[in-house]
């Protein structure tokens, strides 16, 4: 059964700081994995889809990683704003018709002014 | 070009009673999936419809269906409703067959309370 880790589960940051939120999986055996960030109470932001090809992405100041055979993917967030302040949530997907994503529990983080 | 949307955003029933929820993909998405979002449990996965078909279904009890019409949009019922119940649930689209890529965007979430 695959497992979604992710560490730290919470951090707070000064504002201008580089970061890395990290994300662990057990079965390497995955169709892609997907960031996403979550404001409180809200629905989920796309950020990065990396397909089980490729080795990262790149959006903005964010950069996300795979490491298939290590079972790890890292979101790199470059500078640090307030605004990034939400909760971060990674998700594999197992296959295109196979049970669908399995999310981390996420990592909440709090960028201070 | 218009996001997911969900109705109702918010929902208050009470035990026993039966809920449908409905989530409008974004044009031209025919992949509709729903997930279960508690602060224990996290996000939990219920189930996938594509082209009218369930595709694919998590380990939820058979109280929580689903269905979708031709135009995609999708709805999700729960019937005999539990405390446990009382979640924020997210519908999600994507473009799928083919080579995609399968990107999954979410929509606000409906917040169901049960009392």
């Known amino acids: 059964k695959q497992e979604v880790t992710q560490i730290p589960a919470a951090l707070s940051v000064p504002e201008g700081e580089n970061l890395v939120l990290n994300c662990s999986f057990t079965d390497s055996a995955i169709y892609n994995l997907q960031w996403f960030r979550q404001d409180p109470g809200k629905g989920l932001t796309s950020l990065l889809l990396i397909q089980s090809s490729q080795r990262e992405q790149t959006s903005g100041r964010l950069n996300a990683s795979l490491d298939k055979s290590s079972g790890r993917s890292t979101l790199y967030i470059a500078a640090s704003q307030p605004g990034d302040s939400a909760t971060y949530l990674c998700a594999v997907r197992l296959g295109v018709y196979g049970q669908n994503f399995v999310f981390g529990p996420g990592t909440r983080l709090s960028v201070l002014p | ?115």
């Not at chain 2, 039966?18 to 189930?47: D, E, K």
């Not at chain 2, 009218?52 to 279904?57: C, P």
């Not at chain 2, 009382?86 to 689209?93: F, I, Q, R, W």
């Open chain 2, 1 to 115: 070009k218009a996001g997911v949307t969900q109705t109702p955003r918010y929902l208050i029933k009470t035990r026993g009673q039966q809920v449908t929820l409905s989530c409008s993909p974004i044009s031209g998405h025919r992949s509709v999936s729903w997930y279960q979002q508690t602060p224990g449990q996290g996000l939990q996965f219920l189930f996938e419809y594509f082209s009218e078909t369930q595709r694919n279904k998590g380990n939820f009890p058979g109280r929580f269906s689903g269905r979708q019409f031709s135009n995609s949009r999708s709805e999700m019922n729960v019937s005999t409703l539990e405390l446990g119940d009382s979640a924020l649930y997210l519908c999600a689209s994507s473009l799928r067959g083919g080579q995609t890529y399968n990107e999954q965007f979410f929509g606000p979430g409906t917040r169901l309370t049960v009392l």
